[in-house]
């Protein structure tokens, strides 16, 4: 069986709730492994610990410092899966883990640009509201510094994976809700030579603009429609796609594509139509094509 495709749901990911779960979970599972440590155990035990003074290292001085960077690592993905085209993903071990050796490149950068300010932040934190004055910026908190450089590391690519994690769990159930809703039958207005209709989209192979004319192709029958492109697309399946400035197709009814010449592609339906599709359009095409393979079943042969 075909592993299923999904596409990554990247907007969920600046949500405030997942923010504040994913650092929260990171920052647990971090200070858990320091201060549970042998060499650090008899840390309540110190002089100066109180669990006042605990909650507020925990909840100011490490949560809410650190909900910035995690706010900041999933805008960047956002952006860069829009930029290297990395909205979807089939669900097998092999792609999840490619996909995350994709974002390391990322994740390094984003560290790199966040790590000065967060730890100056806390430089000054610990500075001017706590009125530590025995500090030394650049022993301690200076970014250079290598012990900070790689205690700070190990979070940033906690959160990151947490984030990944809840990205393809959300994205899952989205998919899942979507797919069911995605085949159904909506009703299109056309004009006949005897009036007016209306059709399944179900049954629509493609919609190709014609001069000042918008032509849906059944197959045997060609109607024509008032509606443009830009609003059958909105209008229509998840399964529908323009492939060029004056084609929709439905993916339901695609056979194959074979290249032509000068960048350009020669894209077949099931029912022996072509269309010209050039490079660039044929790469989003494509994860289009594998999501609706996974995901959908051409309800009626054409």
Not at 39 to 63: G, K, M, P, Y
Not at 203 to 226: A, D, P
């Amino acid at each position: 069986m075909k592993p299923k495709t999904i596409k990554l749901q990247f907007e969920n990911l600046i949500s405030i709730k997942v923010i504040i779960i994913v650092t929260s979970i990171t920052m647990l599972i971090v200070l858990g492994i320091f201060y549970l440590h042998p060499t650090n155990i008899e840390w309540t035990s110190r002089d100066d610990f109180s669990w006042f003074n605990l909650l507020q290292f925990v909840l100011i001085d490490q949560l809410l410092i650190e909900f910035f960077t995690t706010y900041i690592i999933a805008i960047s993905m956002m952006h860069y899966a829009s930029k290297f085209r990395l909205q979807y993903i089939q669900l097998t071990i092999k792609s999840i883990a490619m996909l995350f050796l994709k974002f390391i490149p990322l994740f390094l950068v984003v560290y790199f640009a966040t790590a000065p300010v967060t730890t100056t932040i806390r430089y000054f934190y610990h500075l001017l509201i706590l009125q530590r004055n025995d500090l030394s910026y650049i022993d301690s908190y200076f970014f250079i510094n290598s012990k900070i450089y790689f205690a700070y590391l190990a979070p940033i690519l906690l959160s990151s994976v947490l984030l990944l994690a809840s990205l393809i769990v959300s994205s899952l159930k989205i998919n899942k809700h979507k797919t069911k809703d995605a085949l159904n039958n909506v009703t299109l207005k056309v004009k006949t030579e005897k009036g007016e209709r209306l059709i399944s989209s179900l049954e629509i192979i493609s919609i190709t603009k014609e001069g000042s004319n918008y032509m849906v192709n059944l197959g045997s029958t060609t109607y024509r429609t008032t509606k443009n492109l830009t609003e059958l697309e909105e209008k229509l399946g998840h399964n529908f796609i323009k492939i060029n400035r004056s084609t929709i197709v439905n993916l339901l009814f695609f056979k194959d594509y074979s290249f032509w010449e000068n960048e350009k592609y020669i894209f077949r339906m099931k029912n022996g139509t072509e269309f010209n599709v050039t490079r660039e359009r044929l790469k989003k095409i494509k994860e289009r094509i594998e999501f609706c393979n996974t995901n959908f079943e051409l309800p009626n042969p054409v």
